[in-house]
């Protein structure tokens, strides 16, 4: 529990030395218009990353996977009122339906991660595409290490 | 001199418009293609016109021909004698096959037939001759509106295939469910969509609001059971063919995948899956009534019934890697039947018992093969980049599945002596193929 919030505040400093050059602290906009607008859904997608890799056949969450998420957290704790859907992905090189469950052990290992940093499980919904969109069609290595995904999509609600 | 009719149920076929009558010859067919060993020189067959009256009678015959050719010479086994080297001009069953004639053009067996057309049905009277024997094999009468004549000349064409090789059904009649897939990425759009065998009569089943995988046709082709994902959360749905009617199968909290008919079309198998695990259950499409068959600590998924509903043939990774099991219908006895390098998919039982389709993925490459339910003679029909999920031809003797052609996918069909590979004409990219019982 204490090594959590430990993470979680290394994590929030982080992406605050990331955004802090970027940004007004007032919320007016930002003049040279290179910077999305904080708490949209293009701020998450850059400022924090909206997606991890894995290898091939696994799971795990590597050390960048790892610090990816320490980023989408931070800026989830940020934005209380966004919720999460984290699409798991796999690569060309398995059968439909094994691909499948694999998918969604991917989408579950960034679900259990970022309620272990405190996220609010009913805040973050799972979905498992398999191989049924990929990102880059090729069948070259660089192409099925971007297919091995786990995309966090945000859902700003409508005030 | 006139052969006894015999009336045969045809259950399918005759709900499809298509009534056949059998004439049958008290000689038994001495032309018998051995098809066991793998045949490599197609038997050349001669088609003669269909002999009618009119111009329509006339046009017809020549289309239902056509596609009798077409059929023949897509298993492989046949070679079609073009028209052009015929000698002698048949006119219908009053010209007696001069024997002599169709020798010195190789060909080994020969078709003579009429059709006459009374209103809005027409009717195919055909013979089939041995050639080398001098002898008349078989003769058969077809019926059929006219809207399904293509109906009528496959049937035609599975009466000759099934003659002549002993096979006891022929997948000319066939049709195929399958997933169409046009754009990529965000334009990505998938459909169920459904063709006869040979790619003519096709449409779309749905219109692409949704993402959906995997089809499994019930047994009389009524119902569908496929994956599809509704406000992301990916389900098997239940669909009639015929309105379009769509429900969900059962209620499961989390994802459920790979549904497969049971050949009495009484129960559905499908896999669960909760935390990247999946469990196979049995479910009862008409009371929803569902039971775990296996206990969903591992990826169990693909199953499949036994023809005679006794044993489930599945996949599952709990020896590490994945691999096929064969257990009793009840879920007791899981026995793993592959052992040889590489990973093995998505089983499929052949409707004859005797094969089980598989793929196989090893070093990088995927494979479709075929191997004995008791785990031995292992035999590869097909390799590439991509090549899977196999569906079994009526008759079991060809086996279907998606191959991945350049950034394309292709459906494409192989005889289970891994001979005479054929690819299936679709309108665009193509996946999960589902041949209709």
Partial sequence: MNNTYKLMSAAAMVLLAACGTSKQQDGSAVTDGSAPAPGTVEDFNVNAGDRVFFEFDKHVLTADAQRTLDHQAAWLMTYPAVTVVVEGHCDARGTEKYNLVLGEKRADAVKDYLTALGIAADRIQTVSYGKSRLEDQGTTEEAHTKNRRAVSVVTIQAQ | MIPEKVRRGLGAAALCGVLAGWVVSPVRAELRIEINQGQLNPVPVALTPLA??????????????????????????????????????????????????????????????????????????????????????????????????????????????????????????????????????????????????DGENHHFLTQGQHLVLMPSVSPEGRELAFLAFVKHKPRVYLMRTDTGQTRVLGDFKGMTLAPAWSPDGRKILLSYARHGRSAIYEMDPASLEKRPLTDGRFIDTSPCYSPDQSRICFESDRSGTQQIYIMRADGTDPRRITFSKGSYATPVWSPREDWIAFTKILNGTFYIGVIRPDGKGERLLAQGYLVEGPTWAPGGRRVMYFRQDGKNHVLCSIDITGHYEKRHITPADALHPAWTP
Avoid at chain 2, 115 to 140: E, M, P, T, W
């Fill in chain 2, 52 to 197: 009618g009256s009119g111009a329509e009678a006339e046009r017809l015959g020549r289309d239902i021909i056509r596609v009798v050719e077409a059929d023949l010479q897509h298993c492989g086994l046949f070679r079609p004698v073009p028209e052009a080297s015929f000698i002698q001009k048949m006119n219908g069953f009053a010209t007696a096959p001069r024997f002599s004639d169709w020798r010195m053009i190789d060909a080994q067996a020969l078709t003579q037939g009429i059709i006459q057309i009374k209103g809005s049905s027409i009717r195919v009277d055909f013979r089939l001759f041995d050639v080398f024997a001098g002898r008349h094999i078989d003769g058969l009468s077809l019926t059929a509106d006219k809207t399904h004549w293509r109906k009528l000349a496959h049937m035609m064409a599975n009466a000759v295939y099934c003659r002549l090789t002993g096979e006891s059904r022929g997948y000319f009649d066939s049709r195929v469910f399958y997933v169409s897939r046009t754009g990529f990425g965000k334009k990505q759009v998938t459909r169920l969509a459904v063709m006869d065998y």
